[in-house]
């Protein structure tokens, strides 16, 4: 095999991240029956499929001429790859981006058995039919023109790394803001609830007010209903006003679950001098955990209140590109997210 120049293993690596795209987008849109701009990356490009083509290229130099070996070697490098970048991955942006889960012998879900193989075989395609002619249009092409090629190819390539992996941040910091909010609000609900009870209001009446995954239930099937009626007509103009509103909703229907249990407190505020065989300090004592609960309720308000549609409009474009992405300890949060963007 031809040893290259760093230009020419930067144009490979490019070359065969456009390849991952292409394949993985055409592959994923087919399974999806729609268009999916497949990747992490905004631009065409995969960069697991580069990297795993170059270190795949770089293992098997040694071993070229036997197919046994290139299968097994291209295995091996290509698998490691997979697996360290999964993991390095989830561990940063808490979000899986692949998984194999579901697949038998698979370790940890970042690689399997199955893929494994498949990157064995894919080696052998690689390196004895794939490779060789692209091997040669690349010698012909003049030393001159690589470097210069390579260098632009790199900076569009790593603006567009910096913008994506400020995106990925963002959907990390979006998971865990929805998912402390939802926290928060079933805190506040059994904390009021408690109060409800403790000032003898209708408990049963209360729960049935403030019981947020109702709330949030009520909400989802009113969007999946909407969603039905107008799949025929949807346009990708209006996709985004869509999505909008759909988050309007979500937003109104937590607004309604704080207002109920902002009320209930309240209600509770009014009853405590009313009732028997407390003492000062214990009405005191009373008082005080009331208001820190109505504080917290209001910050929690204007927080919800304050929230524009934009700040997840570069999460929800990563979940589209990636539709089997997992959060682990977002799960909630994630499935969420994804039912804005009309599929789940």
Request: charged share 30%; with cysteine.
């Amino acid at each position: 095999m031809h040893i290259y120049t760093t230009g020419q293993w930067a144009l490979l690596f490019y070359f065969y991240c456009l390849c991952g795209w292409a394949w993985e987008s055409c592959y994923v849109s087919a399974r999806q029956r729609r268009w999916v701009n497949r990747g992490f990356l905004h631009g065409p490009l995969l960069p697991i499929y580069g990297s795993g083509a170059i270190i795949i290229l770089f293992a098997v130099i040694p071993v070229e001429n036997s197919l046994y070996l290139v299968w097994l070697f291209g295995m091996i490098a290509a698998t490691a790859l997979e697996y360290v970048t999964g993991a390095a991955m989830e561990r940063v942006f808490k979000v899986r981006y692949w998984d194999y889960s579901d697949q038998k012998f698979n370790l940890n879900g970042h690689i399997c058995l199955t893929s494994s193989i498949a990157w064995g075989f894919f080696s052998i395609l690689l390196v004895r039919f794939v490779h060789p002619p692209i091997g040669r249009l690349l010698a012909r092409v003049p030393a001159l023109v690589v470097d210069p090629a390579a260098l632009a190819l790199t900076a569009v390539f790593a603006a567009d790394v910096v913008c994506s992996v400020q995106a990925a941040l963002d959907l990390k910091d979006v998971l865990t803001r929805l998912t402390e909010e939802n926290e928060d609000l079933r805190r506040l609900a059994r904390r009021a609830e408690i109060a409800a009870a403790f000032a003898e209001d209708d408990l049963r009446r209360f729960r049935e007010r403030t019981e947020v995954e109702k709330i949030l239930l009520q909400s989802r099937v009113q969007e999946e209903l909407q969603g039905l009626r107008e799949a025929r007509t949807q346009r990708a103009e209006r996709r985004q006003a869509r999505w909008e509103e759909a988050l309007h909703r979500r937003t109104a229907a937590k607004l309604e679950a704080l207002k109920t249990i902002a009320e209930a407190l309240e209600t509770c505020r009014e009853h405590l001098d009313s009732l028997p065989g407390l003492t000062e300090e214990s009405l005191a004592e009373r008082r005080a955990d009331l208001e820190e609960a109505t504080g917290r309720l209001r910050r929690r308000e204007a927080v919800i209140r304050a929230r524009e549609p934009r700040s997840y409009r570069r999460s929800l474009r990563i979940l589209r590109g990636n539709p089997s992405a997992m959060a682990r300890d977002f799960g909630d949060a994630l499935e969420a997210l994804r039912e804005l963007t009309g599929r789940k």
